[in-house]
């Protein structure tokens, strides 16, 4: 007999949170100023690299609308503003200007899906069949000896293949959850498909949370929106948000439209997803989630989950629910971040410090921007990690950059090396930097914001180290 999970009508009262800032509101505003203004590359050379502003980004970048939300040991410490909803009312961009969440809702959902663990509806590590009604996991070669359970479907591990869901013009016919797993019309998109056995191996997959989606409705026997609303929403106080689909009432009034990277509007559409991707909110009320989600894994209030299962949600050794995790000395950093057409999302945070970053905006083009905001939130806070590296010159002696003067393939583009009169040049695909030494093996294009680090004794491959942090590697020609 199945667990059933009765909603009851909650007040829509904030929780109280017992933490309090580190800092006090003028701090926070000095801080606030410094990183709007002082946005600077990973890599850069002392005394040489301009700082940019937020304003300097998008306007370069022709990003629209965006909006900041910091919180700070249980509060929100500072939010800001910039630019416009929508380009043709020349609407503004406010605190209470709503943006899909587009992938950030994946964590909210996950939430949820976590706390009907809590209440014992779904057990974390149990054959999701024996909770499907409407779908089923098909049986096949991947599902004989291992099966997909919720902690393999939160974790990106429970084998189904990524692909993108098509959104809906209002009016025309959305698929149900089922129809979409099925790949049965009215869905323009084929059916959820495994591709490798279940907790085999990682791959980030939105079929996989639209599984959670059918999952959270059919134990609690209640539309999606509404177990959402009972479980995290209401008790987060975050009463700017809703994952209902298409948006109506006063929020849809509150939306803002979302523009393409060469800055075209996107026509409103409705998506027939929503666990994984149909959330709309605020920066403010997901900085409301994140402080009630860090205050039960400190306190054990359990407000939205239990301190075992937020234990598990931050542990960086662990399956990796909800966040992306690292960890540095005590603490551990988790993010997330989000793209549906014309809307990108970014969380960012500190479970030591209790302190995240939650950005959202309406534009396709906003990753650049959100990498330095990143680095300038864990500068100006003084944080141990993703902090931006500045570099001497180097004068010492240098590896021998005739001997390194060669040709790799870095990830499908060409990469040439070649000392010159004039200095040590790299080239990619058409475009060349002049790279200035930073150690005697190392060296940084620093109008690129790449660091490239040879090893003398192996020249067939060149690490190099990404705007973004990622280390890669380029294999000689």
Known sequence: MKLRFALVALPLLAPMYTAQATSTPDAHKLKADRIEQG?????????????????????????????????????????????????????????NTVFTAASVSKPVSATAALA???????????????????????????????????????????GFDRYFHSRYAPGVQRPTVEQMLSGEAPSKDRAAKMIYEPGSGYKYSNPGYLVVEELITDVTDQPFENVLDHLVLQPAGMQSSSFAQPITGELAARKATGYSANGKPYPYAAYAFKALGGLWTTPNDLGRWL???????????????????????????????????????????????????GFTSFVFGSVDKQQ?????????????????????VADTYQWDYFRSEVFDVYEGETIDRRKA?????????????????????????????LLTPIAANEFLAEEKSIKVVFDEDNLNEVIIWKANGDRTTANRM
């Open 39 to 95: 946005l600077t590359p990973i890599y850069s050379i002392a005394g040489e690299t301009p700082q940019h502003s937020i304003q300097d980004f998008m306007e370069r970048d022709n990003i629209p609308g965006l909006s900041i939300t910091f919180i700070d040991q249980g509060q929100i410490a500072w939010s800001r503003t910039y630019g416009y909803a929508d380009l043709a009312a020349q609407m503004p961009v406010t605190t």
């Open 116 to 158: 009907l663990v809590d209440q014992g509806v779904i057990d974390l590590d149990t054959d999701v069949n024996a909770y499907l009604e409407g779908w089923k996991v098909p049986e096949n070669e991947y599902t004989q000896e291992e099966k997909v359970t919720l902690r393999r479907l939160l974790s990106h591990t429970s």
């Open 291 to 341: 402080i009630t989600l860090l205050n039960d894994h400190h306190t054990g209030e359990a407000t939205l989950l239990s301190q075992d299962i937020t234990q598990q949600v931050f542990n960086e050794q662990g399956e990796r629910f909800i966040f992306s995790l690292w960890a540095w000395k005590d603490d551990v950093v988790f993010r997330h971040t989000g793209h549906n057409p």
């Open 356 to 376: 995240a970053l939650v950005v959202m905006s309406n534009s396709d083009n906003t990753q650049d921007l959100f990498d330095h905001l990143q680095r300038a």
């Open 405 to 433: 003067s060669l040709q790799f393939d870095w990830n499908g583009q060409y990469l040439n090396f070649s000392e010159e009169a004039t200095g040590f040049y790299m080239q990619i695909n058409n475009e060349r930097f």
